[in-house]
């Protein structure tokens, strides 16, 4: 059963279209990720979804209602981590809470035994009567992710949920989000520019670029696009394309002076690529030979890299 259905959805502002006629659905219980780089219109899309801002056309249900026609009704049934800190540091992290599950109406004893549930999840019930802001950029993470939890909505949207913390912070969020789908069974759609986030979360992934969704599949079935070991050579000199003329590259990408190969027992293969870049007069600055990832889906679909997208 889908919970999240979008039908070609579009948001312009003046000329411009942020996000460009998606169609995608979340099942109930998923945890669905949007992965792509910045300005790529998955924030634009998750406001949309929260009735946060109203779309060109198009259209999306959310827990069964309309978010143009039945706004309230959405939001009853939604919790949003925002990109952006949103918490009060000058309250403790009790009651941030308490504050949060008054605005909907939750009565005192469901309040008492929401918070003390939801802290236990995210393990901050030892720093529940701390301030907000003597905790870190991990420990504000957790709670905001409580906090949104604190009304039991039936979809959780997370935009950008590791955005800026360290890696090791960022894995502990992971084990969050993932045991929070798992135990409680809540419907996630996230974002994220991370690959890696996507890949070790996502149940299903929707690549979208420059406000379109390129591809939406497993992140087993997108990396099986590619087929094959990747190989990326960042050429100082020479024309890289002439690889193409070898029998065992399936498939070339370039970008910037960079060459990614799409080809099959790579390390095998690094040998007679060095020799042919050789007899060619292509000077080869670096080689790097790794398994398919998102990054190379990506790099597949739309000719660049999230990171370089990104810097761009």
Known sequence: MNIITVRNLVKKFKDFAAVDDITFDVKEGELFGLLGPNGAGKTTTIRMLTT???ATSGSATVAGFDVSKNKSDVRQNIGIVFQEPALDKQLTARENLDFHARMYGLKKDV????LQAVLNLVELTDKQDALVETFSGGMQRRLEIARGLMH???VLFLDEPTLGLDAQTRRKIWEYILRLNQTQHTTILLTTHYMEEADILCQRVGIIDRGKIVAIDTPKNLKNIIGADVITLEVESGDGQAFRNLPFVNELVEHGSAISLSLTNGEHQIPPLMEFAQS????????????PSLE?????LTGTTIRERNTS
């Open 280 to 291: 060619h007069g292509i000077r080869i600055k670096s080689v790097e030979l790794h398994k």
């Open 111 to 114: 309040r008492r035994e929401r």
């Open 296 to 300: 190379d889906v990506f790099l597949r």
């Open 152 to 154: 039991a909505p039936k």
């Open 52 to 54: 946060l801002l109203s």
